[in-house]
């Protein structure tokens, strides 16, 4: 594949979605293309405003919070794996408030205690901790919700 018709490619690729140098970079490695050209390119698409990172990372944020119900260590760790900087992603993380990762732990938190099987509440309330650990909620938003959850309950 040439120059020309890499950029043509991915011009288009990046036009139609927000994409990251890390998912860019993936692309052309299975692509076979050499280091020297997929630099190239990935300077190119920056300088063009094709990729940004930072951009990238707020629309992430946005749809793994929202649709996908993770909670904020979830979404850094994997911004993190695609190599997104720090100062990156940490202004799209802060802009996410602490009501809004609760409004979407609570209805999480409420579905998953219809099927959570457990022999005392000690073991129940745990579970239920655990799984939200897992989805990267704090520990502190998950019992508040839970207390707040329970509450409501009895």
């Given at each position: 594949?040439?120059?020309?018709?890499?950029?043509?490619?991915?011009?288009?690729?990046?036009?139609?979605?927000?994409?990251?140098?890390?998912?860019?970079?993936?692309?052309?490695r299975?692509?076979?293309?050499?280091?020297?050209?997929?630099?190239?390119?990935?300077?190119y698409?920056?300088?063009?405003?094709?990729?940004?990172?930072?951009?990238?990372?707020?629309?992430?944020?946005?749809?793994?919070?929202?649709?996908?119900?993770?909670?904020?260590?979830?979404?850094?760790?994997?911004?993190?794996?695609?190599?997104?900087?720090?100062?990156?992603y940490?202004?799209?993380?802060?802009?996410?408030?602490d009501?809004?990762?609760?409004?979407?732990?609570?209805?999480?938190?409420?579905?998953?205690?219809?099927?959570?099987?457990?022999?005392?509440?000690?073991?129940?309330?745990?579970?239920?901790?655990?799984?939200?650990?897992?989805?990267?909620?704090?520990?502190?938003?998950?019992t508040?919700?839970?207390?707040?959850?329970?509450?409501?309950?009895?």
């Open positions: 594949m040439t120059y020309e018709q890499i950029l043509s490619k991915l011009t288009a690729l990046c036009s139609r979605s927000e994409h990251c140098c890390h998912d860019i970079k993936e692309k052309l299975r692509w076979e293309i050499d280091k020297t050209t997929s630099q190239k390119v990935i300077d698409l920056k300088k063009e405003k094709y990729i940004d990172n930072s951009r990238y990372a707020r629309f992430f944020v946005n749809d793994k919070v929202k649709f996908n119900k993770w909670g904020r260590r979830k979404v850094e760790q994997a911004l993190r794996m695609k190599g997104i900087a720090e100062e990156d940490e202004e799209a993380l802060s802009s996410v408030e009501a809004d990762y609760e409004s979407v732990l609570q209805p999480l938190l409420k579905s998953k205690m219809k099927s959570v099987k457990a022999k005392n509440d000690y073991e129940f309330r745990m579970k239920l901790i655990r799984f939200a650990l897992g989805r990267g909620f704090s520990y502190e938003q998950i508040r919700s839970l207390d707040n959850l329970l509450a409501n309950k009895e």
